[in-house]
């Protein structure tokens, strides 16, 4: 059994090694393509958001292809650094997503495979996959090259959060917002539902690709029964998408003409005119994606069956949760013909999903079962107490076989 010192103990140290994981890339080990101190592979990104920053800071925006989110973010950086190129801000801003964003995130994940697994163990499980997911990624890329150099050593850096890119902000308020969702499907509570969506909403405008979840997360409190946190919901998300509205009508002269359509445009101009997005791509993207880049990638399969299977017999709604979770973006991507070039970039707010259900499988194995032996007291005082925390005297064991029961956490 981990007790919550433990638990917390281990996170901590797990934060320290993020931490040296970090230092040691930035001093060059293991050596990455572009490598140069602070700066690692940014692909060019960085200085359109740098151009929108500034220009939201002296209050005239300009046109972007770029959603608002991230340069809304890096509006304090340009001000408080006085910043006159995205360089002025690269160390700052890596300091930010890769040692503070990356370390919350890692205790995020944490909480929520708790939440959603009932064991410390299998959040624990789950925190560590995060925690060295750059380097896991790195190996199942194998000697994967792609123009001269090795796509592990890009990948890598991408996962370690060390740039002026949108993916980090992307995923940690992912994980905060769903982290909110949960806390307020379990106890129906008005705040959390509010902060989940502002949030949510939030990382919609720093990657549109996150709008994905808001059907996810309305759909799952209308099989909840929780009519009233769904309108909620939906309302706050509309509020959280307000400046871009704002932004489009300013720049574009219409809240519905964003400057990603254009940027779409012209990017499939130089492939033939080709569409963006295509159901057709799905066999090839498949193809190149996870057998030609993550080429090991097929061997999650089995543990992602398994543990989905481990949490629909604990709580059918949160287990098809997680699984819509991760399909979203892998179906949403796969039929976007640009995801084959960067697509740690596109699917990296899904991983978290993926490392969810990989460490839940363990969940009915028998050292598992043995590491959560309590005796009967204490199993029956930790459900109870846990049906004790939510309004009315509801239980949060809704919805679950056996619900009318105290079913107790697994550790």
């Known amino acids: 059994m981990i007790s919550k010192k433990i638990f917390w103990g281990i996170l901590v140290i797990l934060i320290l090694i993020r931490v040296a994981m970090v230092v040691a890339l930035i001093s060059g080990i293991p050596e990455t393509p572009y490598h140069d101190g602070w700066y690692l592979h940014h692909g060019g990104d960085q200085e359109q958001y740098f151009k929108t920053a500034n220009s939201i800071l002296k209050l005239n925006p300009t046109s972007s292809t770029a959603t608002l989110g991230f340069p809304l973010l890096l509006v304090p950086f340009v001000y408080i650094f006085n910043a006159a190129t995205w360089k002025d801000i690269l160390i700052p801003v890596v300091i930010f997503h890769a040692f503070l964003m990356f370390n919350l995130s890692t205790i995020l994940l944490a909480l929520i495979t708790r939440k959603i697994s009932k064991s410390n163990v299998v959040a624990i499980v ?123 009508w300013y720049v ?25 997005f295509s159901i057709s791509y799905l066999p090839e993207q498949i193809r190149l994606i996870f057998f030609q880049q993550f080429r090991y990638s097929f061997l999650l399969l089995v543990p992602i069956i398994f543990g989905f299977l481990s949490l629909y017999r604990k709580n059918k709604i949160t287990a098809v949760f997680v699984l819509c979770w991760f399909l979203a973006y892998l179906i949403f991507y796969t039929c976007y013909y640009t995801t084959r070039w960067t697509p740690m970039r596109k699917l990296m707010p899904s991983i978290p999903a993926i490392i969810i259900l990989v460490s839940s499988s363990l969940l009915n194995t028998r050292l598992l079962r043995s590491a959560n032996k309590v005796d009967g007291k204490e199993e029956n005082s930790s459900a109870c107490g846990e049906r004790q925390m939510l309004p009315g005297g509801r239980n949060n064991f809704e919805g679950i076989q056996g619900a009318d029961q105290c079913e107790p956490d697994l550790d």
């Open 252 to 276: 574009f002269g219409s809240p519905l003409v964003h400057g990603l359509q254009k940027g779409t445009l012209e990017t499939m101009m130089q492939y033939g005119n080709k569409p963006a």
């Open 126 to 248: 789950a925190a560590t996959l995060w925690t060295f997911s750059p380097y896991l990624l790195f190996l199942s890329m194998g000697p994967c090259i792609r123009d001269g150099l090795s796509i592990g050593g890009l990948m890598l850096t991408k996962q370690m959060w060390t740039q002026i890119l949108s993916d980090p902000p992307s995923t940690f308020f992912v994980l905060l917002g769903i982290y909110l969702f949960l806390i307020s499907l379990e106890r129906e509570d008005f705040k959390f539902t509010v902060g989940s969506a502002l949030i949510i909403g939030f990382a919609a405008l720093i990657r549109i690709g996150n709008a994905l979840l808001f059907g996810i997360l309305i759909t799952t409190y209308l099989f909840k029964k929780q009519w009233r946190l769904a309108l909620c919901f939906g309302v706050f998300i509309f509020i959280a998408f307000m400046p871009q509205f704002l932004y489009n």
